[in-house]
């Protein structure tokens, strides 16, 4: 599909008259969770003063480019549901469709799999699941974090607050951040919203 490459060159993107910039923020979450907060803005000053508000008001802080970004590697993410036209796809037919191509783990999320390679292996793992007709959700650039982080109900419910904030203001366009959570912890969180 067609897409521009406005995330990965870090340019400007002309979109009616005003220019719009690609800015990564990086921060600490409730309980130490690290967090990257890709911005698309046509006014930076705007975007930076909109995350700091979010960040400090729920829990977090902005932290200096370089200091959090570390934690992360930047990975090709293609999602795969396992529920296809006629069939069901299995953790082995994604690994023998895509092995060849790059990928280097697949992770079973229960109704969808996560096909992860290097960023370069992304378009090869894709074009490799085209030619085994398998389909895809979608396939972009990701931040994967080394380590995660094992929060409690108190502490999930308190970042997943912060990351409902950042996601409604309009600049920001993803957010990665190294944290888990047990289905248990899941249940606890859904139960007291």
Do not use: H, W
Not at 35 to 45: A, G, P, Q, R, S
Not at 68 to 81: D, Q
Not at 103 to 125: I, K, P, Q, W, Y
Not at 153 to 181: C, H, M, P, T
């Amino acid at each position: 599909g067609a897409g521009g490459g406005v995330g990965d060159s870090g340019g400007c993107a002309e979109t009616g008259g005003a220019e719009y910039s690609t800015i990564m923020y990086e921060g600490y979450g409730p309980a130490g969770v690290a967090m990257l907060i890709e911005c698309l803005t046509d006014n930076k000053n705007r975007a930076a003063m909109e995350v700091r508000t979010a960040m400090t008001r729920n829990g977090g802080s902005l932290a200096d480019p370089g200091s959090v970004s570390f934690l992360f590697n930047r990975k090709g993410v293609v999602v795969v549901p396992s529920e296809q036209e006629g069939r069901t796809i299995s953790e082995d037919d994604l690994l023998e469709a895509t092995l060849e191509a790059g990928a280097d783990d697949v992770n079973d999320l229960g109704e969808t799999f996560e096909v992860v390679s290097e960023s370069t292996d992304l378009v090869a793992v894709r074009t490799a699941l085209q030619a085994a007709g398998i389909d895809y959700d979608s396939a972009e650039a990701s931040f994967v974090p080394d380590n995660k982080i094992e929060l409690d109900a108190d502490s999930a419910g308190k970042l997943f607050r912060l990351i409902d904030v950042l996601e409604d203001l309009d600049d920001v366009q993803n957010l990665f951040a190294n944290y888990d959570v047990t289905d248990e912890v899941m249940a606890q969180v859904d139960a007291e919203d």
